[in-house]
């Protein structure tokens, strides 16, 4: 069980790193990112939400 364990996260790493790399409209990067995206669903980035405004 931990070997699946440490798998899924050096996998998980690995679409960090993706994504990290897609943001920053790395070449070829975005076909892998994609792949990836299928197989971790539900861990999309979420914007973060605006603060608000001091009156």
Do not use: C, H, W
Request: aromatic share 8%.
């Amino acid at each position: 069980m931990l070997a699946g364990n440490e798998a899924y996260e050096f996998a998980l790493a690995i679409y960090n790193s993706a994504m990290n790399a897609a943001a920053r409209n790395i070449p070829g990067v975005k076909v892998a990112e994609q792949d990836l995206k299928e197989r971790f669903p539900g861990t999309e980035r979420k914007q973060a939400a605006p603060e608000p405004a001091e009156e």
